[in-house]
């Protein structure tokens, strides 16, 4: 039947059942956006890059205030900028071929070489050279280190001497602290599957089957403990703490399929705030995300916590000796992904990146200075900034469904808005949680390779490799070269003095020679 003719003929019910009908297509449609940001987010998390960032530089709610921002100029200059240095290295080893013109036996040089013109018998002179360079790679190679201990008698007495075997980072193992290290930062650093560094070297000659390895690496994370303890005490005695985690699949022991356990990161590093203090990188693993972890983790811990709106930190929060600061990051991305999906540059998503763009102009401009002085500068910049953007965001919740992903992007802010904007009045406290997210960027690439952990125990060993691998990285280190050290030498290291393996004190120690 024709629905129009179903319709009533008196006015009133008809007016009543077309609110009713638009009532149901509003909430149709809200149901249609969420749908399709959900899948937009899906999508960019799949196969879209990463980056969020937001270009547009006119304002069309706050043109003046985004007038007086400064223009950022390129830390990098462009691949083809004619000032880009393209020599090579010149720390790498030079092996230097003459090629010479052909020459007749006519005349002889110094060096007993033929210099006979082929044009007409003279003698050629040098009148100088054409100097050009290429980059040529040698394959790593392994060997075998015989260590020779003599035994000497006494011609007199008979004693006998011998000197002590050297120690090992593994007692009686056949892999020695080059090896050791390699395989770890193959694994942990660039992501290579143990699998993978058998099948590698067996191309050399050398079959080592990965159930070695793996046993390798389990005795090098009890061997590294001590140090980790050193790590994670240096973490939390920090008066700020950035704290993030993240899935990862751990298979279940004769389940035949793998459940997610988590990688917690606890990050120390004040370099923005002008503070010297060595940054450092400590993971934690747990089979579950229940919030008596991070609890558990940050138990000694007095200070300030820039997280996530993760529920399991409130506890913390709770106890009073730990002190909320939230992540504009958070705050920005569901606009983004609102942005992302309509690409609209004047709608309710725009302005919104536009207003948080301008908080982090402010923070460009001070990133490295005194706590005081960033403080000063934020009170004064960025606080009007951010008055005006609490009034915006009431305002939208009054413009928009309350059901919306709109509304849910400006409650999200408004419900936080105490820990989101105490870093104006603290110096200290940073705008994001980004260096606990980018720590955790070599998790997610290595995610990609592994596919999953073995066991919980496999879990407790990658958090104790990336806690030195990445700290390594934030120090300046080779983390290859750091670990061969630390190998090198924590076998025979007093216990109380672990604190020199630090990978900020052997960067120390390093740098005294050179400096020499």
């Not at 890059?49 to 304002?59: G, H, T």
């Not at 210099?115 to 003279?122: M, P």
């Not at 725009?350 to 403080?375: K, N, S």
């Not at 080779?478 to 604190?499: G, K, S």
Request: glycine fraction near 6%; proline fraction near 6%; hydrophobic fraction near 40%.
């Amino acid at each position: 039947m024709d629905p129009i003719s179903q319709l009533p003929d008196d006015a009133q019910l008809l007016k009543q059942q077309l609110r009713v009908s638009a009532s149901e297509v509003q909430r149709l449609k809200l149901m249609v956006d969420k749908l399709k940001l959900q899948l937009a987010r899906r999508a960019r998390a799949q196969f879209g890059v990463s980056s969020e960032r937001f270009d547009l530089q006119a304002s069309l709610i706050e043109p003046v205030a985004l007038e007086q921002l400064p223009v950022r100029k390129p830390t990098t200059p462009a691949a083809n900028a004619g000032s880009v240095d393209r020599s090579l290295p010149a720390h790498l080893p030079r092996e230097q071929r003459e090629v010479r013109p052909v020459t007749t036996e006519a005349h002889r040089d110094a060096a007993g070489q033929s210099c006979g013109c082929t044009a007409c018998g003279g003698r050629l002179r040098s009148i100088g050279a054409d100097v050009s360079e290429h980059l040529e790679y040698v394959p790593a190679r392994f060997k075998v280190i015989r260590t020779v201990r003599p035994k000497l008698a006494c011609t007199k007495c008979e004693a006998i001497f011998q000197a002590s075997a050297p120690s090992r980072p593994i007692a009686r193992g056949l892999a020695g602290p080059a090896l050791l290290a390699h395989v770890a930062v193959s694994k942990y650093c660039d992501h290579s599957p143990l699998h993978r560094q058998s099948r590698v070297y067996a191309r050399e000659g050398v079959e080592i089957d990965p159930s070695t390895m793996a046993g390798w690496v389990e005795q090098v994370h009890t061997l590294f403990d001590p140090l980790l303890a050193a790590l994670g005490r240096h973490v939390l005695h920090a008066a700020k703490v950035h704290a993030d985690d993240t899935p990862v699949k751990v298979l279940a022991p004769g389940e035949g399929k793998t459940r997610t356990g988590r990688l917690w990161v606890y990050v120390r590093d004040d370099r923005p705030s002008g503070d010297s203090a060595p940054p450092a990188v400590w993971f934690r693993y747990s089979a579950d995300r229940k919030g008596e972890h991070p609890q558990r983790h940050l138990r000694d811990f007095r200070g300030i916590l820039q997280a996530d709106a993760y529920g399991g930190w409130n506890a913390l929060y709770d106890g009073g000796h730990v002190v909320e600061a939230a992540c504009w990051a958070h705050a920005r991305r569901p606009w983004w992904d609102l942005y992302e999906q309509h690409r609209d540059d004047t709608g309710l998503a725009a302005q919104a990146l536009r207003h948080i763009q301008g908080l982090y102009a402010v923070e460009a401009d001070i990133r490295g200075r005194p706590p005081e002085v960033r403080r000063q500068q934020r009170q004064a910049r960025a606080g009007p900034l951010l008055e005006k953007l609490q009034l915006w965001l009431q305002g939208v919740l009054t413009q928009v469904s309350t059901k919306s992903e709109l509304a849910k992007a400006a409650r999200y802010s408004l419900a936080r808005w105490k820990a989101l904007t105490r870093y104006v009045d603290d110096g200290r406290i940073e705008i994001d949680n980004s260096a606990a997210e980018r720590a955790l960027r070599g998790v997610a690439l290595g995610r990609g390779n592994y596919l999953f952990m073995g066991s919980n125990a496999g879990g407790e060993r990658a958090a104790s490799m990336y806690s030195l691998i990445e700290t390594a990285k934030l120090n300046g280190l080779d983390p290859e070269a750091y670990l061969r050290e630390v190998l090198q030498r924590i076998a025979d290291h007093p216990v109380n003095r672990i604190d020199e393996l630090l990978p900020w004190s052997i960067a120390a120690q390093q740098a005294v020679p050179r400096a020499a």
